[in-house]
């Protein structure tokens, strides 16, 4: 079976600080991504990776940036978290052109 | 623009009653589509897919899905719903696997 897993289930933080979600899969995925999920609003992609070291824009980037250094692994950073930042956060992974895969979310509370 | 819309923001049902999720999608041309579920506090986990072929695609949890592509349209169901199936439901579209859309999702409640 396909592993996503996310570093944190839940983080509690403040305003200004910097923030940094981890995703590790472990099929060896070309693909990686980031959403976010808020109520009513269903999911919207941050970035997406499709290689190491490579890095696309997703509808949402501001105020996100990402880091793919390893093929397994893909965070996720918020330079300086704000309060309409407070989320659920997915990630997933994929070969090129297939299903994605999603790992546990984790969910943000910026105070 | 390209979109994809649930018009059902929550459903309620009696368990052992059948089940109809809507979604309908805007693109220029036929995305692949997909329905996944996520029960509170989990990531999303697929049901079904449709990239090509019958248009009625069976998938897990006895869900099926049929596209029809004069109403635009890729509806879940299920014949019996259980208890067990009370989750949110999202319908997703994509052109290519890097540019997935997802609906707002529909959230089933099921009266025992």
């Known amino acids: 079976d396909v592993k996503v897993t996310q570093s944190s289930r839940y983080l509690v933080k403040r305003t200004g600080e910097k923030v940094f979600l981890e995703c590790v899969q472990d099929?060896?995925?070309?693909?990686m991504f980031w959403y976010r999920q808020d109520p009513g609003l269903g999911l919207r992609l941050i970035y997406f990776?499709?290689?190491?070291?490579?890095?696309e824009k997703g509808d949402i980037p501001e105020g996100y940036s990402v880091s793919r250094e390893k093929k397994e692994r893909f965070s996720l950073i918020l330079e300086s978290a704000s309060t309409n930042q407070t989320s659920m956060y997915l990630c997933a992974s994929s070969r090129k052109g297939e299903t994605q895969y999603f790992g546990p979310g984790t969910r943000l509370l910026v105070l | 623009a390209q979109s994809v819309t649930q018009p059902d923001i929550h459903i309620t049902v009696s368990e052992g009653a059948s089940l109809e999720l809507r979604c309908n999608y805007s693109y220029g041309a036929t995305p692949y589509l997909f329905w996944y579920v996520q029960s509170p506090g989990q990531g999303l986990q697929l049901l079904l897919k449709y990239f090509s072929g019958d248009t009625l695609v069976q998938g897990i949890k006895g869900f099926e899905a049929e596209f029809k592509r004069s109403q635009s349209s890729f509806n879940l169901r299920k014949p019996s719903v259980h208890w067990s199936d009370a989750a949110e439901y999202f319908c997703?579209?994509?052109?290519?696997?890097?540019?997935?859309?997802f609906g707002a999702g529909t959230r089933l409640t099921v009266k025992p």
């Open positions: 099929m060896d995925h070309e693909n």
């Open positions: 990776s499709y290689d190491v070291k490579m890095k």
């Open positions: 997703a579209v994509a052109i290519n696997n890097n540019d997935m859309r």
